[in-house]
């Protein structure tokens, strides 16, 4: 009895083999037309970006998409194109977006200001053009901010903060000689000097984006 009975377990399970192979051979050949990572530069630096992972980059870096590499190296992703969803909120911010394959392209994020009010944070999501290659990486392009501006005036050295109006003197003497950001690097910062009336405008910038102003208002 007992026999018998081991027996038509072995034969069911026998019998389920085939199908337990089937469907490990499904997923692994599904996983394997997936996106493993993209190549990129951002500033000429090379940075990796693994499928779902996110980079974050500041309006007026440069950006690169160099090249995909699938789980399956054999296989090709048939270029690298933004998301629809990407597609739609850069619209909705009058931004004029990037159609087509992004692999090799280099890309000014200073386009991606908003020509309608402020610039929000702006994710890029990018996948393959392929639809059968899943996966996607996300760039996420933050505003620069101006945290503070270590001015001198007459010698004497003071701490002033974006939108803080300073009283000068016609004839007093100002330098400027640190700005503190949240970017990695101030080596892109640069500011100007704008007059109007009796109003001293000092603005911050990073290439084509304006971020920060300090006012020096002068006394008659």
């Known amino acids: 009895m007992w026999d018998k009975f081991r027996a038509l377990i072995f034969l069911w399970l026998v019998g389920l083999a085939p199908l337990a192979r089937a469907v490990v051979h499904k997923s692994v050949s599904l996983f394997s037309t997936g996106l493993d990572y993209v190549i990129l530069n951002v500033n000429q630096e090379t940075r990796y ?12 870096d440069q950006l690169s998409i160099r090249s995909a590499v699938l789980l399956d ?84 050295k003071r701490i002033v903060r974006e939108g803080e109006i300073v009283r000068v003197l016609p004839d007093d003497l100002f330098k400027v000689f640190h700005v503190a950001t949240n970017l990695p690097k101030n080596e892109q910062v640069f500011y100007q000097v704008v007059q109007d009336k009796n109003r001293i405008y000092l603005q911050f910038a990073r290439k084509k984006v304006l971020f920060g102003t300090v006012t020096l208002e002068m006394e008659p």
């Not at 048939?78 to 009058?94: A, E, F, M, V, Y």
């Open 73 to 156: 190296p054999s296989k090709k992703t048939n270029g690298l194109i933004l998301d629809r969803k990407t597609l739609k909120q850069l619209s909705l911010h009058k931004i004029q977006p990037v159609r087509g394959d992004l692999t090799g392209l280099v890309l000014d994020s200073s386009d991606f200001q908003s020509k309608q009010g402020p610039t929000p944070e702006i994710d890029l999501v990018i996948r393959a053009r392929s639809a059968s290659v899943g996966g996607f990486i996300t760039i996420r392009i933050l505003n620069p901010i101006l945290n503070y501006v270590e001015l001198a005036i007459n010698k004497q």
């Open 49 to 60: 970006a693994r499928s779902g992972e996110t980079i974050a980059i500041y309006l007026g």
